[in-house]
């Protein structure tokens, strides 16, 4: 039976991939994906690297059969749009459905939308990236100045929730970089100092 998603949900589902270490399963995930993506997966150098983006793709290729059952895992056929987003072959689906991919260190992320373009991001806040001189570089002039109110904690932390805000955003609207960092901005209200909404704003 097929798992149902309205146009007003997104699924999300999450994968640690130092937790598979099961031969037979990986070898199992390895029928599951075509020849040119058994082909990508072989470029990788490490083989840390090459088993997440196997788990990656049988991830994929199994959360897609689980919402139309009727086609099978090694089925799939994937495009690509002008700027290099990864979409479902369209002529395939009986519905439009959507995804999105992310991964860090051991941690894989997918979302799925019926028909809503979508972005996902995640991000280890182990990563030695949360800086001063980056947040200059990479944040709108409304969200640095917001940082600069926070002491070193909460830098740290607003740091991240805006980076994969903004990386989502730019996924979901599926065109990347040329999409300018600093031609929106998010913005943080809070209560007793806990964020409770995000909004958006756009450069004019």
């Avoid at 994968?15 to 020849?35: G, M, N, R, T």
């Avoid at 395939?92 to 997918?110: G, R, V, W, Y």
């Avoid at 903004?166 to 929106?184: D, H, N, V």
Wanted: aromatic share 12%.
């Amino acid at each position: 039976m097929s798992i149902s998603i309205s146009p007003n949900e997104i699924h999300l589902w999450f994968v640690y991939s130092e937790q598979i270490q099961d031969v037979d399963l990986l070898a199992c995930y390895s029928q599951l994906i075509s020849k040119s993506e058994t082909v990508k997966n072989s470029r990788f150098v490490f083989e840390k690297d090459r088993k997440q983006n196997l788990i990656t793709r049988a991830l994929i290729r199994t959360v897609l059969s689980k919402y139309v059952d009727h086609i099978a895992p090694t089925d799939w056929e994937f495009t690509h749009n002008e700027y290099g987003k990864p979409e479902v072959l369209s002529a395939m689906l009986p519905f439009p459905i959507k995804f999105n991919l992310s991964h860090t260190q051991n941690m894989i992320a997918l979302a799925v939308t019926h028909g809503e373009e979508v972005g996902i991001d995640v991000e280890s806040l182990k990563r030695d990236i949360a800086t001063d001189d980056l947040a200059k570089h990479v944040f709108s002039e409304q969200e640095y100045f917001q940082l600069e109110q926070l002491d070193a904690h909460y830098f740290h932390q607003r740091f991240f929730d805006l980076w994969t805000l903004k990386e989502a955003y730019i996924k979901a609207c599926g065109m990347g970089l040329s999409i300018p960092l600093g031609s929106f901005s998010f913005y943080f209200s809070e209560i007793n100092g806990t964020p409770s909404t995000v909004s958006i704003q756009f450069e004019k």
